[in-house]
């Protein structure tokens, strides 16, 4: 059976980055899943979201503000199209094993990735996560990919210790493409939440203004006369970004590649590309952004999201429990 588990900080509402390398990946399994399984609570095939409150506090804020970002999260994810009767969506500080696996492993851990991070709880709270539900496969972004070769060394250490095949080493899933989305203000950079500049990223909840707004404005370069010349992510990376973009919103309709979009947009001036990629973005979150406001604005579907979070608890705890029994048994903590 797969189990599939992926995580996303509470930083508020998502942005194009998270959008199109990791919660695209996320529906489109939730999808193909649906027609093999009938219900979340199936004992084969899973699918687990959490939204990581305890990774969020190694930078403190206001506690009003946590719950604020959290509940702007949950909404997001219900929008952009995961459904509770199919996934399981929960707040990962609700499930206590994930916090109690994260000690274990940490006692086991090898120090050498650690070693290089500045913060050591990180990574083993994450790998825990994945962990407590023997994941066998976890869609994240490119970014993500040296955290989770973390984790699945995490399970050799721990298997290795107790001389037992408890734990299941996770694959990555990375998408093909758009698995990282640069920066609208520096495309050296990723397109990051903890960019300083509202500018340099799109939220999918962003009005079609903010769109056109952040996209015409998006820093490219001054080569080719101001012309696409194909996709040259290496030489003209603000271009690519922008064609990856398109090519990933246009994609919903055709498939074309981001290498075949740029051959075909070859000569076609920035100031184009930009308001066709502007009009794809603000087409396909159409229905992301009106859906959201339904979540925020409504009494009902608030109370709604409340019974999410506490079924999907509920579940998630079940599926770490499970795992919990035979970490304690093997170590020789509980009863
Ligand atoms: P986070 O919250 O930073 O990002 C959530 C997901 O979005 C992807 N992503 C991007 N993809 C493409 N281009 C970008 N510019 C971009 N920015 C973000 C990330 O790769 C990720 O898939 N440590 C994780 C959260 C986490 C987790 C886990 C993930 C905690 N436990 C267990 C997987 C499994 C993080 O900070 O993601």
């Not at 390398?21 to 959490?50: C, E, I, K, M, Y």
């Not at 070769?149 to 001389?163: D, I, L």
């Not at 640069?182 to 950079?189: C, E, F, R, W, Y």
């Not at 080719?224 to 992510?233: D, F, I, L, R, S």
Request: hydrophobic letters at 35%.
């Amino acid at each position: 059976p797969k189990v599939i588990f992926s995580g996303i900080q509470p930083t508020g509402v998502p942005h194009l980055g998270n959008y199109l390398g990791a919660l695209l990946q996320w529906r489109t399994l939730q999808d193909s899943f649906s027609s093999s399984f009938s219900s979340a609570s199936s004992p084969s095939n899973r699918l687990l979201f959490s939204i990581v409150d305890l990774h969020a506090i190694t930078i403190p804020r206001p506690a009003h503000q946590l719950s604020a970002d959290k509940k702007q999260m949950l909404a997001s994810l219900l929008s952009i199209g995961l459904d509770p009767s199919l996934c399981t969506i929960f707040y990962q500080s609700m499930v206590p094993a994930h916090s109690e696996l994260q000690w274990i492993l940490s006692c086991t851990a090898s120090t050498g990735y650690l070693s290089r991070m500045t913060q050591w709880n990180y990574p083993i709270l994450q790998a825990a996560d994945i962990l407590v539900h023997k994941a066998t496969h976890v869609p994240v972004g490119e970014d993500q990919r040296q955290h989770l070769e973390f984790a699945r060394e995490c399970v050799t250490n721990f298997n290795a210790a107790y001389g037992c095949q408890v734990l299941v080493p996770p694959e990555t899933m990375v998408t093909e493409r758009a698995k990282r989305i640069m920066s609208l203000s520096d495309p050296a950079k990723k397109m990051s939440k903890s960019d300083p500049s509202v500018k340099s990223r799109v939220l999918i909840t962003d009005s079609p203004e903010a769109i056109k707004t952040k996209i015409m404005g998006a820093v490219t370069d001054s080569l080719a006369e101001g012309k696409v010349t194909g996709y040259e992510p290496e030489t003209r990376p603000g271009v690519a970004n922008l064609l990856e973009i398109l090519a990933a919103f246009g994609g919903q309709q055709g498939k074309k590649t981001v290498e075949e979009l740029g051959e075909e947009m070859r000569g076609t001036g920035l100031k184009e590309l930009k308001t066709k990629t502007a009009e794809a973005v603000t087409e396909g979150l159409r229905e992301v952004r009106e859906k959201y406001e339904g979540y925020m604005n409504s009494e009902k579907q608030g109370k709604m999201m409340e019974e999410i979070i506490q079924t999907g608890a509920k579940r998630a705890r079940e599926s770490a429990e499970e795992t919990m029994r035979e970490v304690r048994g093997v170590v020789g903590l509980g009863a």
